[in-house]
C-alpha cells in the first residue's frame, strides 16, 4: 500500500481511533520530545502583502502597531526572553513581502549578535527571499528559516492575491538549498476544508520541511476573516492527528490561537500528535504566561510516559 492509500484508510477513522494511530506515531518516531520556541516581531505594521487573516496588512484599517527593524539591544533582549522562558529556538519574524539591502545585512548582524551573546539557535521568517539571501544568513549563524506555506494551493488565492503559493515555495526550496533547516506550516481556520488541509500536509512531506507549525485562525477586527466562524475542536483534532500521520519525524508545534481554539481540549491536541509549542507570545497577540505552559508541557509529558 501507498502513502496516499494509507491516508484514505485514516480519514475514514472515528477521530479516537485516529488520535490514538497518531499518538503511537508520534511515540515511535519522536519518543517524549517536547519542543518549545520563541519570538520577537522584529518590524512591524504597513506590510504590502494583502493575506486576509493578517492584522500587519496595510491593506487593512486594524490599528496594528508599526515599527521599524529591532535595534541590536532589542533583539538580544527579546532573545534572552525567550531563553529564559524555557525556548529552545528564537526566531526574529519581520512585516512585508520581504528584506533586501541595508535592512537584510542588518538582521544579519542581530543573527549573529544573538548566537555570540544568548547562545540560542537562530531562527528567522522574513518573508520571500532568494537562495544568495538566505546563504548570507545562514553565514551569520541562521539556522532555520520559517516560511509558512498557510493553506493549500488550490485554496491559496482565496487568502493572499499579492504573491503566489508558487512563491513560498520557492522561497523553502531556496533555503533547503542554501542548507538551511526550514520550518513550514500554515493556518487552521480560514475556511478551508479537510482536502486543504491534506492537500498542506502532502505538499510540506513533499518539500521535507524540518519543523511544522499549526497555527488555528484568530479572526482579529479589521481584517476580512473577522467574523471567521470558529473550526470545530474535532476538525482541528483530526487536521493535527493526520499531519502527524504525514509528516511522522517532525516536530508539530501548536502556536497562534491554541489557546481560544482549543480552550479546555489543549491537552488533546498532544494525544493527536503534537509535540511543541511557541512560547511567550505571538507577533500581535499574547499568550499565556510561560510558567503555565511549562507546568502544562510538563505534565503531558507524563502523559505520554503513560501511553
Not at 189 to 200: K, P, Q, T, Y
Amino acid at each position: 500500500m501507498g502513502i496516499m492509500d494509507d491516508l484514505a484508510g485514516w480519514r475514514a477513522l472515528p477521530l479516537v481511533e485516529l488520535m490514538a494511530l497518531a499518538l503511537r506515531a508520534k511515540l515511535a518516531h519522536r519518543g517524549g520530545q517536547f519542543s518549545l520556541c520563541g519570538i520577537a516581531n522584529a518590524k512591524s505594521g504597513q506590510c504590502s502583502e494583502d493575506c486576509r487573516f493578517c492584522v500587519q496588512s496595510a491593506h487593512f484599517a486594524t490599528g496594528a502597531p508599526v515599527y521599524p527593524l529591532l535595534s541590536r539591544e532589542q533583539a538580544l533582549a527579546a532573545a534572552w526572553a525567550a531563553k529564559n522562558d524555557g525556548a529552545g529556538h528564537f526566531s526574529l519574524v519581520t512585516s512585508g513581502r520581504g528584506l533586501g539591502g541595508h535592512e537584510l545585512s542588518r538582521v544579519a548582524e542581530l543573527i549573529a549578535a544573538i548566537r555570540e551573546e544568548v547562545e540560542i539557535p537562530v531562527c528567522a521568517s522574513l518573508g520571500i527571499l532568494r537562495q544568495s539571501d538566505l546563504e548570507l544568513l545562514k553565514e551569520a549563524g541562521l539556522v532555520r528559516y520559517h516560511h509558512n506555506l498557510e493553506t493549500s494551493e488550490s485554496f491559496f488565492p482565496r487568502i493572499a492575491t499579492t504573491h503566489s503559493f508558487a512563491e513560498r515555495v520557492d522561497t523553502i526550496r531556496a533555503a533547503k538549498a542554501a542548507g538551511l533547516e526550514v520550518c513550514a506550516g500554515g493556518i487552521l481556520g480560514l475556511g478551508e476544508s479537510e482536502d486543504d488541509r491534506v492537500s498542506l500536509a502532502l505538499t510540506l512531506r513533499g518539500l521535507e520541511v524540518d519543523s511544522l507549525p499549526v497555527n488555528i485562525l484568530i479572526p482579529l477586527p479589521g481584517t476580512p476573516l473577522a467574523g471567521a466562524p470558529s473550526l470545530p475542536v474535532r476538525d482541528i483534532l483530526r487536521s493535527l492527528a493526520l499531519f502527524r500521520l504525514l509528516l511522522p519525524a517532525i516536530p508539530i508545534r501548536l502556536a497562534a490561537g491554541r489557546e481560544t481554539a482549543l480552550q479546555d481540549f489543549l491537552g488533546s491536541a498532544f494525544l493527536s500528535g503534537a509535540d511543541g509549542m511557541m512560547i511567550g507570545g505571538y507577533l500581535t497577540e499574547k499568550g499565556r504566561l510561560p510558567e503555565e505552559d511549562l507546568r502544562f508541557a510538563a505534565r503531558i509529558r507524563e502523559l505520554w510516559l503513560e501511553a
